[in-house]
C-alpha cells in the first residue's frame, strides 16, 4: 500500500475524526488524524472560493467585508442595517402588504410632480403641507388646511362642483349623512348649514363636501377677493350682501381669486341674527264707539318694521321664534262731560286674549283735564307666524286715545295717541 499512488488509493466518503491523513512536506513524510487538521490553524489567505451549496457554521463567521443583497431569515424575515443612522436608498416603488411599524419620521420628496391617485399621499409645494388625494380621485385633501365629510345627496337633483353650491343636513342614509341645498330663510336649512359641494355627487350617490379649507376652479367672477360670502334665500346660492331679516345670517366664507376659474375659502358660521324690532303709531284720536267693549288699537304709521311686519294695520306678526318684549304707551284724555271713568288694556295673541294682561286706568275730572300718560310692557313668547294685538275698552265713550299735534312755546313735537314698540330679545 506504501507504493500506491493516491490515484490508486480507495475513496472515503464519510471520513471519521480519528481517520490519519497523509502529510508530505520538504521531502519528508508524515502523518495526523482528520481531526488534528480540522482543529489546526488555517492559513488566512485561500484565494477565491465558490461554494454550491450550503455553508453550515456552527461557531462564528468573521468577515472583513460581505456582499450581499439582504439577509434572509430561515423564518422568511428581511434585515437591513443594524444602526437608526443607516440609509437605505430604493430606486422605483417599494410594495408592502403587510405593516410598517416603529417608523419615528418619513421625508417625503418636496420637489416631487407626482401627480395623485386615490390613496396616495404626496408634498404640496405651493401649499407647503401633504395631498391626500380621496376616494374616485375627485378631491385632494391638504392635511391640516381642509376638512371634508362624505354626504348622502337628498336633495333630487344632481350637485355639481362648479355650481359652488352650499348644503344643510336635512337627515341621514346609510351611515352618511344627507344633505340638501341650503336657505337663509327657514331655521333648519341654515343652522343645519355644513359646507360647499366639492365634487359632482348624482342624485342619491355619496360623495365629498368642503367644511373647511379651500375650494378651487370655480366660478367666482361675481364676487371681489376678500368678500364675506353669505348664504342666500334659495338653493344654497352664495350673496356678497348680509341678508335682512327675517333672514337669517350664515357666514359661508371668503372669497379668494374672483375668475371664472377661482376659489373660495369656506369657514361655516350661523347663528348671525340681526336685532329684529318694529315702531307703530297711531297718529289721531282713537275712540270707543261703544261703552265696555272692546275696541281694536290700529297703527296708522308703522315707522321701523324689521323681522317684525304688521299686517292688517294692527297684528305685530313675527318671522322667528323667540322671547319679544312690547310696550305700549297711549295718551289718554276725556273728550267731554266730566266724572269718573275705567279704562282697560290688554293683549291678544293670534285672536285670542293672553292671560295676565289687562291693565286697569281710573281717571276723573273735566273733559280735556285728565291728560294721562299710560305704559305697559309685556314679554311674551312667540313661535314663527304668531302675531299680537292690542285692545282696549272704557265704560264711558268720552274717554278717548288722544293724538295732541306738535306745539310751540317751547317748540315740541306732536304726541301720538298710541305708540307701540317691539323687540326680540331672544
Not at 144 to 157: P, V
Request: hydrophobic share 35%.
Amino acid at each position: 500500500m506504501s507504493n500506491k499512488r493516491i490515484s490508486e488509493l480507495q475513496l472515503e466518503v464519510n471520513p471519521q475524526i480519528s481517520d490519519l491523513i497523509a502529510l508530505a512536506s520538504d521531502g519528508t513524510s508524515k502523518r495526523t488524524t482528520l481531526g488534528s487538521v480540522l482543529n489546526s490553524s488555517i492559513p488566512s489567505t485561500l484565494g477565491t472560493t465558490t461554494i454550491n451549496g450550503d455553508l453550515d457554521v456552527n461557531g462564528n463567521l468573521r468577515v472583513s467585508t460581505l456582499v450581499s443583497e439582504s439577509i434572509l431569515y430561515e423564518s422568511g424575515s428581511t434585515l437591513f442595517g443594524n444602526s437608526s443612522d443607516d440609509t437605505h436608498i430604493f430606486t422605483g416603488s417599494v410594495s408592502i402588504s403587510g405593516s410598517l411599524s416603529d417608523v419615528h419620521y418619513i421625508d417625503f420628496d418636496t420637489s416631487s410632480l407626482s401627480s395623485g391617485k386615490p390613496g396616495r399621499l404626496r408634498w404640496n409645494d405651493v401649499d407647503g403641507t401633504l395631498d391626500l388625494t380621496l376616494k374616485r380621485g375627485n378631491v385632494t385633501l391638504q392635511l391640516g388646511q381642509e376638512s371634508h365629510i362624505r354626504a348622502y345627496n337628498a336633495s333630487g337633483a344632481p350637485l355639481l362642483e362648479s355650481e359652488n353650491k352650499a348644503v344643510y343636513v336635512s337627515g341621514s342614509t346609510s351611515q352618511f349623512p344627507a344633505v340638501n341645498l341650503a336657505d337663509n330663510l327657514t331655521r333648519q336649512a341654515s343652522e343645519n348649514t355644513v359646507g360647499i359641494v366639492t365634487e359632482n355627487i348624482g342624485t342619491g350617490e355619496v360623495g365629498y363636501i368642503t367644511t373647511f379649507g379651500m375650494v378651487r376652479n370655480i366660478d367666482m367672477s361675481s364676487f371681489q377677493p376678500g368678500d364675506t360670502l353669505y348664504l342666500g334665500a334659495a338653493d344654497g346660492v352664495l350673496i356678497n350682501q348680509p341678508p335682512l331679516p327675517p333672514s337669517l345670517t350664515v357666514i359661508m366664507g371668503y372669497c379668494i381669486d374672483n375668475s371664472t376659474s377661482g376659489s373660495m375659502f369656506v369657514n361655516v358660521r350661523s347663528g348671525f341674527e340681526y336685532p329684529q324690532y318694529a315702531i307703530a303709531y297711531n297718529l289721531s284720536n282713537h275712540t270707543a264707539s261703544l261703552a265696555n267693549t272692546e275696541t281694536l288699537i290700529e297703527f296708522d304709521t308703522p315707522q321701523v318694521l324689521s323681522g317684525i311686519s304688521l299686517v292688517d294695520g294692527s297684528k305685530f306678526t313675527v318671522s322667528t321664534p323667540g322671547l319679544y318684549e312690547f310696550t305700549l304707551i297711549c295718551q289718554v284724555n276725556r273728550a267731554a262731560s266730566s266724572g269718573t271713568s275705567m279704562m282697560y288694556f290688554w293683549m291678544k295673541k293670534n285672536g285670542e286674549n293672553v292671560p295676565h294682561t289687562n291693565n286697569s286706568l281710573s281717571t276723573t275730572g273735566n273733559a280735556n283735564q285728565v291728560a294721562t300718560l299710560f305704559s305697559r310692557n309685556l314679554v311674551i313668547v312667540l313661535e314663527a307666524g304668531d302675531f299680537v294685538e292690542f285692545y282696549w275698552a272704557t265704560d264711558d265713550t268720552d274717554m278717548i286715545l288722544q293724538y295732541s299735534a306738535a306745539g310751540t312755546s317751547p317748540i315740541r313735537p306732536d304726541t301720538p295717541a298710541v305708540k307701540v314698540t317691539a323687540t326680540r330679545i331672544s
